[in-house]
Each structure stands twice: as C-alpha cells, then as structure tokens.
Nanobody, 126 residues
C-alpha cells in the first residue's frame, strides 16, 4: 500500500540544476522519516539527504550546500532540489521512507529504511 515514485530525473549539464520529486501514497509523509539515496553500478548505496518527522534535515558531505531536501505536505510529496550539479552526481536516485524516527546517526543509512521507490536516473555531463 505504501508507494513511492520518483520523477524529475534526466540529464543536466555540470553546474545545472534538477528537482526530483517523490510522489508518495498510502502514508503521510510528514509523519515518516524520508530520505534520498543514490547508487552507481558496482558501488554501495549512499545516503545523501533525509528529513525526519520534526522537519530536521541531514545531508552527506558530498551534497551539503548544493542539495536541499523538502516536503510539500499538502501534496504529500518529497523533493530534492539539486543545484551546482557535478559529473560525480551521476547515479540512480532513490527515495525512501520509514515509520520510525531514527537517531541522527542512522538518518542516512540505507538499511534503516523499509520502503523504497524504484529509482530514477540522473546523468550529469561535463
């Protein structure tokens, strides 16, 4: 019943911007911890941003200052605004959710999250 569907991916130039959306249904986004993760083939999945049920945000060092996670509670949708894109941002991006409120040390850990979208490709060209 919980469903997460990513949209807004595609191609961008280095220095450009994209906005990813995670359209959510079957639960209330504001009451879950929500996160964005990315994965390059052959590498481990990386947590890059999360927002908990109190609105507290967390970012990996690799995206801090460039990406912003937010929620539109009226639309029950999670967003990731991606600015100043770099070629190393190229990856499959996933949104995820969980009912629990993690300790901050778990907020960017993929294994904590129980619900996942199917992913969407982001490609950044130089």
């Amino acid at each position: 019943q919980v469903q997460l569907v990513e949209s807004g991916g595609g191609s961008a130039q280095s220095g450009g911007s994209l906005r990813l959306s995670c359209i959510s249904s079957g639960f209330t986004v504001s009451t879950y911890v929500m996160g964005w993760f990315r994965q390059v083939p052959g590498e481990e999945r990386e947590g890059i941003a999360a927002i908990d049920s109190d609105g507290v945000t967390f970012y990996s060092d690799s995206v801090k200052g460039r990406f912003t996670i937010s929620e539109d509670h009226a639309k029950n949708t999670l967003y990731l605004q991606m600015n100043d894109l770099r070629s190393e941002d190229t990856a499959m991006y996933y949104c995820a959710a969980d009912t629990r409120k993690p300790h901050k040390s778990w907020s960017l850990v993929p294994g904590f999250f129980g619900y996942w979208g199917q992913g969407i490709q982001v490609t950044v060209s130089s």
